[in-house]
């Protein structure tokens, strides 16, 4: 592609407008306000959950109820839709509202710490259902730089509620009570269910090609995950051997259903490889940052908080105009994880080299540098996923790509944390086990970045 032609696609961008004209700009509208709805309960569970264990003396779960509803997510998506290969898209979204409602009625409603868990394991169930409707759904309705720019506004909604969502449900906690703040975030999210099926019937679908799941793939999968979450309490050298047993063997499983899932589309199958990579990368980054503030440089929380944003109002911003870097590149999604890497790089130089202000200053611009970088990558792989698909390919694949980002997010935690711990527990100094993270994490982004040219080779 020549510099010429690049500028003229640039010229020729959807307007915003135009993406939310009609019956499936109105779609589009719904599932927006879904997400904003998930994302203000995902900060309220987070925030509220200690209250709850508190006062019904469920301290001892949770760290499991905390987990439960990404665990269960997973293991639905490693599934595959198979299970609801037959359902309608009307039918998938009656089905996963009743048991979101069942779900989140018993966390609102539990008599003890347990019916809490077992609330979020429904509501996980509901979650890893619904996970790729919204990607097929708009991989069907939206094509080229429109699809790019519509997936860029999701992050967008994330903003709102990453920023005020604290302080809100503090307010309702203090004024009814946690129960009250679990309960309000699912009115949002029942509202965009609502709006949703006004307009479901214009989204195309036919009947899912789906694969049937591995027993032995997803039991390897889940293993790994909690075989990679025992290893920083157990500590020392059994928990580094713990730790990349269950790390190696979470990615292995990963890769392999996702190979299974979407089949031989080589192409495809890559991307797919490359959004577990940069989740992980980024999400494991991002949760390190604030780790990396305050126990590696010595500042407050509020150095911890302004780390981790800096990150994530550049993802949301960014994903405005995903499309900028059209004009100079024919790979945005390589730069975007160039830009993830030198976040990372940024912020092992601040742990072992910088001190002071300086470092801080390093930590966070390099996390800004790599929101931009998801904000330019992250459209951009999920829309070559669903790109040219048959509508019988569009939910397995999109479940794929859901499962590929929420695996890896969930293995970022033990990748970075976990190898914070662990180092730890070996009396490794704290800015020396910071930067240990920081630097396995590097070397997850410059993997991505391998895989994102291979990739762009396979579909020049």
């Known amino acids: 592609m020549t510099s010429q032609t690049r500028s003229d696609d640039a010229t020729t961008e959807v307007t915003l407008r135009e993406l939310f004209a009609g019956r499936r700009g109105r779609l589009l509208i719904a599932l927006l306000v879904a997400e904003f709805g998930a994302a ?9 959950l200690p209250i709850t264990a508190r006062e019904l003396h469920g301290t001892a779960l949770f760290g499991a109820t905390l987990g439960a509803g990404t665990f269960t997510t997973i293991l639905v998506l490693a599934i595959g839709p198979a299970p609801f290969a037959r359902f309608s898209p009307r039918q998938l979204l009656l089905w996963a509202t ?86 309000w975030p699912a009115a949002l999210v029942l509202l965009g269910r609502l709006l949703i099926g006004r307009d479901i019937d214009v989204v195309p679908w036919s009947r899912s090609q789906a694969v049937r799941p591995s027993p032995v793939r997803i039991v390897l999968l889940l293993a790994g995950l909690l075989i990679a979450g025992t ?95 059209n004009r100079w590149t024919d790979s945005p999604e390589g730069w975007g994880i160039v830009l993830v890497g030198v976040g990372l790089a940024c912020g092992l130089v601040a742990a072992l080299v910088l001190a002071g202000i300086t470092a801080l200053g ?36 999109a479940n794929a790509v859901e499962f590929a980002e929420t695996s890896g997010t969930a293995l970022a935690a033990f990748v970075g944390g976990g190898t914070y711990s662990v180092a730890r527990s070996m009396s490794v100094d704290p800015a020396v086990s910071i930067g240990w993270s920081f630097g396995l994490l590097l070397a997850v982004a410059a993997a991505g970045l391998c895989v994102a040219t291979r990739a762009k080779a396979t579909t020049a």
């Open 40 to 48: 203000v309960q995902s900060i309220a569970y987070s925030s509220v």
């Open 98 to 183: 009743v048991l979101y409602v069942v779900g989140a009625g018993m966390c609102v409603a539990a008599p003890a710490m347990v019916v809490v868990l077992l609330g979020v394991v429904v509501r996980g169930l509901a979650g890893g259902m619904l996970a790729g409707f919204g990607l097929s759904a708009l991989g069907g309705l939206f094509e080229g730089e429109a699809r790019v720019r519509v997936y860029g506004l999701f992050a967008l909604v994330w903003l709102l509620p990453s920023l005020a969502g604290p302080v809100v449900n503090a307010a309702v906690t203090v004024a009814g009570g946690w129960r009250a703040a679990l309960a």
């Open 231 to 325: 290893a920083g309490a157990v500590g020392g050298g059994l928990g580094v051997a713990l730790l990349a047993l269950g790390c190696a063997a979470a990615a292995a499983a990963t890769i392999v259903l996702l190979d299974r899932q979407i089949g031989p589309d080589v192409a495809r199958r890559r991307y797919a490889i490359l959004m577990f990579l940069l989740s992980l990368a980024f999400f494991g980054g991002g949760g390190i940052e604030s780790l990396a503030a305050i126990v590696g440089l010595g500042y407050g929380v509020v150095a911890g908080s302004i780390a981790v944003g800096a990150g994530l109002v550049a993802w949301s911003l960014t994903g405005l105009r995903p499309s900028l870097l």
């Open 362 to 397: 390093v930590l966070v611009a390099g996390w800004f540098l790599a929101g931009i970088g998801m904000g330019f990558a992250y459209p951009r792989i999920s829309s070559g996923m669903v790109a040219d698909l048959d509508p019988s390919r569009l939910y397995p694949v």
